[in-house]
């Protein structure tokens, strides 16, 4: 059974710093991983979406990467902003479950 | 990407009542599904929405609770039936398998339902 494990639960830092999220997945048959905001009460932003067969992807100030053999996956914010306040998380879509499984989530404040 | 929207966006209602969610999708999709997210906590699939046929249940849902349709590869709704305060909830819908051709694979979401039963 696949289990994705983000570490760490809550992050504070302050505005323009760097920070790196980690996210763990168990079982490496996956298709591609997603990583996701959230913003208070509201439903999920996609952020960027890494196949399989990629190792990282880039969106603006946001970077993700992909070492599926290890079963591990990074998000780096570069130059931290209050706006990027919001719980991220990440999830993997597998080959046996053909469904999205999420993480538990990394709450980050980003202290102006 | 695929836009989604809900319809209601929140709202409270009685126990013992139920409660229609509807999903509309901006682009026809492959897959669409149900999610719920209790406070403080991830999301949970309860299924999968089948066009045509019925849903796909994960372990500890149940089709006379959720009744899920799809009659088409754009829309779908999830009722909530016979409500306990226990299905206080943010309801999200989701879609895969759509939109352009570089974010076929991408899942996207709804902005979710927010339901509080008394």
């Known amino acids: 059974k696949q289990e994705v494990t983000q570490i760490p639960a809550a992050l504070s830092v302050p505005e323009g710093e760097n920070l790196v999220l980690n996210c763990s997945f168990t079982?490496?048959?996956?298709?591609?991983l997603q990583w996701f905001r959230q913003d208070p009460g509201k439903g999920l932003t996609s952020l960027l979406l890494?196949?399989?067969?990629?190792r990282e992807q880039t969106s603006g100030r946001l970077n993700a990467s992909l070492d599926k053999s290890s079963g591990r996956s990074t998000l780096y914010i570069a130059a931290s902003q209050p706006g990027d306040s919001a719980t991220y998380l990440c999830?993997?879509?597998?080959?046996?479950?053909?469904?999205?499984?999420f993480g538990t989530g990394t709450l980050l404040a980003v202290q102006p | 990407s695929a836009v989604i929207s809900q319809k209601p966006s929140r709202d409270i209602c009685q126990r013992g009542t139920s409660l229609t969610i509807q999903c509309q999708v901006d682009?026809?999709?492959?897959?669409m599904f149900w999610y719920r997210q209790q406070p403080g906590q991830s999301l949970t699939l309860i299924a999968t929405?089948?066009?045509?046929?019925?849903?796909?249940?994960e372990s500890g849902f149940v089709i006379d609770k959720f009744p899920i349709s799809r009659p088409n590869l754009t829309f779908s709704t999830l009722t909530v039936s016979n409500m306990s305060p226990e299905d206080s909830s943010i309801y999200l819908c989701?879609?895969?398998?759509?939109?352009?051709?570089?974010?076929?694979?991408?899942?996207?979401f709804g902005p979710g339902t927010r339901l509080t039963v008394l």
């Open positions: 079982d490496s048959a996956i298709y591609n």
């Open positions: 989701s879609a895969r398998g759509g939109g352009v051709k570089d974010r076929y694979n991408e899942q996207f």
């Open positions: 929405a089948n066009q045509g046929s019925e849903a796909t249940y």
């Open positions: 999830a993997v879509f597998g080959g046996a479950t053909n469904k999205l499984i």
């Open positions: 890494i196949q399989s067969s990629q």
């Open positions: 682009s026809q999709v492959t897959m």
